[in-house]
C-alpha cells in the first residue's frame, strides 16, 4: 500500500514580525463605535479615511481616535500564551519586530506595561503603514534579515495584505473566526499556543 506523501518539514523563520493590537494584546477595539463616533463610512480603514479628510476635520478626527487608542493601550492585557511565545523566541535568539498602525505612545505604553521587548518597533509615524509592504521591507532591513527568512503575524487583514505585497510568509491569528476577507495567509492558527506549536516544530 503506497504510504501518504510527508509533509515537507517548515524552516525556523530567523525573524518574528508581530502586529499588536489583537496579536499580542487582547482585541477590543470598537471600531465600529470609532468609525461612529468620528463619522467614517462603515467597513471603511479608519487611517486611510483621515488621510483623504481636510486637515480641520483631520485635526477634530485624530483626537477622537487617539482617545480610543490611548485608553485600549492604558487597559491592554495580553492574549494567552504570549508570555510563553516570547520567552521562546528570546531563549532562540529569534529576532523581532513589531509593527503596528498605532502611534508609538501607544506602542510605548503597552511595552512598559507589560514589560516587553523587541529589537525593533515601527509605528505609523514612520512613514508607509500595512496594509503597505514597506514597514515590513524596514523591519527586516533594520533587522539584517532576508524577506525569506521572516514571518509576519497578525490578526488583521491589514497583515495579510502587508505580507502577500512584501512576499513574507504571513501567520494569521483567527481567535478561532472565520476569514472574513479574500486574502489567503501562508498558514492559520487560532491563538499564539498555536503558534508557538508551529514553531515548535520548524526545523533549524
Given at each position: 500500500m503506497d504510504q501518504p506523501p510527508q509533509r515537507q518539514a517548515i524552516k525556523r523563520p530567523g525573524a518574528l514580525l508581530f502586529d499588536m493590537d489583537?496579536?499580542?494584546t487582547v482585541p477590543i477595539f470598537d471600531f465600529d463605535a470609532i468609525r461612529r463616533d468620528i463619522g467614517v463610512p462603515e467597513k471603511q480603514p479608519i487611517l486611510e479615511t483621515l488621510a483623504k479628510?481636510?486637515?480641520?476635520?483631520?485635526a477634530a478626527a485624530e483626537v477622537i481616535l487617539h482617545r480610543h487608542e490611548e485608553r485600549a493601550a492604558s487597559q491592554s492585557s495580553l492574549n494567552?500564551?504570549?508570555d510563553r511565545l516570547l520567552e521562546?523566541?528570546?531563549s532562540h535568539r529569534l529576532k523581532?519586530?513589531?509593527?503596528?498602525?498605532?502611534?508609538?505612545v501607544n506602542v510605548q505604553t503597552v511595552l512598559a506595561r507589560h514589560d516587553l521587548q523587541f529589537d525593533v518597533v515601527i509605528s505609523?509615524?514612520?512613514?508607509?503603514?500595512?496594509?503597505?509592504?514597506q514597514p515590513?521591507?524596514?523591519?527586516?532591513?533594520?533587522?539584517?534579515?532576508?524577506?525569506?527568512?521572516?514571518?509576519m503575524i497578525g490578526d488583521a487583514v491589514f497583515d495579510v495584505r502587508a505580507g502577500r505585497a512584501a512576499g513574507i510568509k504571513t501567520v494569521w491569528i483567527s481567535h478561532r473566526q472565520?476569514?472574513?476577507?479574500?486574502?489567503?495567509?501562508?498558514?492559520?492558527?487560532?491563538?499564539?499556543?498555536?503558534?508557538?506549536?508551529?514553531?515548535?516544530?520548524c526545523v533549524s
Amino acid at each position: 500500500m503506497d504510504q501518504p506523501p510527508q509533509r515537507q518539514a517548515i524552516k525556523r523563520p530567523g525573524a518574528l514580525l508581530f502586529d499588536m493590537d489583537g496579536t499580542l494584546t487582547v482585541p477590543i477595539f470598537d471600531f465600529d463605535a470609532i468609525r461612529r463616533d468620528i463619522g467614517v463610512p462603515e467597513k471603511q480603514p479608519i487611517l486611510e479615511t483621515l488621510a483623504k479628510m481636510t486637515p480641520r476635520e483631520r485635526a477634530a478626527a485624530e483626537v477622537i481616535l487617539h482617545r480610543h487608542e490611548e485608553r485600549a493601550a492604558s487597559q491592554s492585557s495580553l492574549n494567552s500564551g504570549c508570555d510563553r511565545l516570547l520567552e521562546w523566541v528570546r531563549s532562540h535568539r529569534l529576532k523581532s519586530a513589531l509593527i503596528t498602525r498605532n502611534r508609538l505612545v501607544n506602542v510605548q505604553t503597552v511595552l512598559a506595561r507589560h514589560d516587553l521587548q523587541f529589537d525593533v518597533v515601527i509605528s505609523r509615524e514612520d512613514g508607509q503603514f500595512k496594509p503597505h509592504p514597506q514597514p515590513l521591507y524596514t523591519a527586516c532591513k533594520r533587522l539584517g534579515v532576508s524577506h525569506d527568512e521572516a514571518w509576519m503575524i497578525g490578526d488583521a487583514v491589514f497583515d495579510v495584505r502587508a505580507g502577500r505585497a512584501a512576499g513574507i510568509k504571513t501567520v494569521w491569528i483567527s481567535h478561532r473566526q472565520p476569514r472574513d476577507f479574500a486574502e489567503e495567509p501562508w498558514r492559520t492558527v487560532n491563538d499564539l499556543g498555536e503558534l508557538l506549536t508551529l514553531l515548535c516544530g520548524c526545523v533549524s
